[in-house]
């Protein structure tokens, strides 16, 4: 069959059509949807986000270290600042995101290596019940009621 | 069906995706659509088709969750429209065309990229059944071509009706439902790592290579192995269970790649011939 002797349509048929993504957003944000996802999506995604947080923060206290190359004086009134209620506040949201990432990622490790699948919803439920109390213990030690 | 449909009192609104090609872009129709206790989304869509709109284009066939064509997105989350209840769902209801699949027009997408995916190794042999005798462990199926095939004995079969000379599994034995996937493509969609990566096979395509681990039907188990460990692969699912969640089959795709890890991990194929 030559090219002319294509049905009606073949041609249209052959161009690609759009692609529906989930997300917020472009297509690159398919992988955060906010809509009926599960226990695991959910984890996936906010997975991926403390991940940025960590790594948002590494550099950021690679940058704050820097300030003892210019001395005690700028040390130290950075030091009054980040000892103000507000910012230690930050401090328990930090804990929460490594929290969250390491416990969950315990239960990537384990499920994604193919050990206790079966049991991969319950792992999520007890590390979300133990980073949640650690948290709450960490924001009153942390913020001065214990 | 969409006669006891029209006859309810009850409305609901429905906002439809359309695309039609060369017909700008694309864009969601509202409808709103006489619905009954019993209305599923399917039902509500060919009411539309019928006495709102014609040129409305969906795929269903056989109405009853069993051909997997009628897939789409109500309300964000994958479902066969034809068991999708509307009385589950809100007073508005948002039906969209499969994610991660190109759309062909208003709720009908390009299989072909799904079908593409899978190992194609694959055999086309669909039937299954427990073997005529199973102490030999082999099981002598007949196609279009007649293939002598290793099963392992621990490997329990469900019972195929048309095929005489297999037998049912012993009393007792576990059913382990093989042949669950019925091709729907609703797993792809909800995958959160197929959304971003078009390279990755899914997780339809590595639950039928994991069957194929089961159930060989005459494949290399090394073949599947190496299929299922390239980069595109196994190793892309980030654990997001999103493709079973949404399995309107039971076919359980993430446990399944899952197993296929701990294969590849932990159980090669040397070590499952030292166990024979």
């Not at chain 1, 004086?73 to 103000?84: D, K, N, Q, R």
């Not at chain 2, 059913?175 to 091709?183: S, Y």
């Not at chain 2, 969640?245 to 701990?262: G, H, Q, S, T, V």
Request: aromatic content about 6%.
């Amino acid at each position: 069959m030559s090219a002319t002797d294509k049905l009606p349509g073949t041609a249209e048929r052959e161009q690609p059509g759009p692609i529906r993504h989930k997300g917020p957003g472009p297509a690159e944000s398919g992988w955060v949807d906010p809509r009926r996802r599960g226990h695991g999506g959910r984890a996936l995604a906010l997975h991926r986000v403390t991940g940025l947080v960590i790594v948002v923060y590494l550099y950021l206290h690679l940058g704050v270290l820097s300030m003892l190359l210019i001395g005690s004086s700028a040390w130290g009134s950075f030091l009054s600042l980040v000892t103000a209620k507000s910012f230690l506040a930050l401090e328990v949201v930090l804990i929460a995101a490594v929290l969250f990432h390491g416990l969950n990622g315990i239960r990537v490790a384990l499920v994604g290596s193919g050990l206790a699948v079966s049991r991969e919803r319950a792992m999520f439920w007890a590390g979300t019940a133990i980073g949640t109390a650690a948290v709450i213990f960490a924001a009153l030690h942390i913020l001065g009621a214990l | 069906m969409t006669t006891s449909v029209s006859t309810q009192q009850e409305t609901r609104r429905f906002r439809v995706y359309r695309y039609k090609r060369g017909d700008g872009g694309e864009r969601f129709d509202e409808f709103e659509v006489p619905v009954g206790p019993h209305t599923t989304v399917l039902d509500a869509l060919r009411w539309i088709q019928r006495h709102r709109d014609p040129s409305l284009a969906l795929r269903h066939s056989c109405l009853h969750a069993s051909c997997g064509t009628c897939g789409v997105q109500v309300d964000g989350r994958e479902a066969l429209a034809c068991v999708c209840a509307v009385r589950d769902q809100g007073a508005q209801i948002t039906v969209e065309p499969l994610a991660n699949l190109p759309v062909l027009t208003d709720l009908v997408v390009e299989m072909h990229g799904f079908f593409e995916r899978f190992p194609h190794a694959h055999p086309i042999i669909r039937s299954s059944g427990a073997p005529a005798d199973a102490d030999d462990g082999e099981v002598h199926l007949e196609g279009t071509h007649e293939i002598t095939l290793d099963v392992p004995s621990a490997v329990p079969l469900h019972h195929h009706p048309h095929h005489d000379r297999h037998r049912a599994a012993p009393p007792g034995a576990d059913f382990v439902r093989l042949e669950d996937c019925i091709e729907c493509g609703l797993c792809l969609s909800a995958c959160p790592v197929a959304a971003t990566s078009h390279d990755y096979v899914g997780p339809a395509a590595l639950a039928a290579a994991e069957r194929l681990l089961e159930e060989p039907r005459g494949v290399r188990r090394e073949d599947v192995l190496a299929w299922a460990s390239r980069p595109e692969a196994v190793w892309r699912c980030h654990v997001g269970f999103e493709c079973t969640k949404a399995c309107p089959a039971d076919a359980i795709p993430a446990e399944r790649i899952m197993a296929l890890r701990r294969e590849l991990m932990f159980g090669g194929p040397d070590d499952e011939e030292s166990k024979r």
